[in-house]
């Protein structure tokens, strides 16, 4: 079992940047590490995840302009988010998830405001 705390999320303009913070409580290794948001109405949706260390996913209407990393020394991930536009706006959700049971965690959440 692995507890994940996010930070980073706050207010910022539009077109501004924010980045995102997940400290596991453990080795991320055995995990498929990722950002989901949810926005007010919505349904929880994946951001971005990274599968290897070589390959990332990306929902479509962030590509080019998120990006994530992971830093396995101190077991966090990051979110970088640039040009960040209104419809970003959502509570932000680290996931871990076991890369052989598929059992998921989660954080709870940051929430990312983008307003002029």
């Given at each position: 079992?692995?507890?994940?705390v ?17 400290v596991a ?10 950002w989901?948001r ?12 990274i599968i ?6 990306y ?12 830093d396995t ?7 970088q ?13 680290c996931?871990?998830q ?6 998921e965690?989660?954080g709870k959440?940051?929430?990312?405001t983008?307003?002029?």
């Amino acid at each position: 079992q692995v507890q994940l705390v996010e930070s980073g999320g706050g207010l910022a303009q539009p077109g501004g940047s924010l980045r995102l913070s997940c400290v596991a409580s453990g080795s991320i290794f055995p995990y498929y590490m990722g950002w989901y948001r949810q926005a007010p109405g919505k349904q929880r949706e994946l951001v971005a995840q990274i599968i290897s260390s070589s390959n990332t996913a990306y929902a479509d209407a962030v590509k080019g302009r998120f990006a994530i990393s992971g830093d396995t020394a101190k077991n966090t991930v990051y979110l970088q988010m640039n040009n960040l536009a209104p419809e970003d706006t959502a509570v932000y959700y680290c996931n871990a998830q076991s890369k052989w049971s598929g059992v998921e965690y989660w954080g709870k959440g940051t929430l990312v405001t983008i307003s002029s």
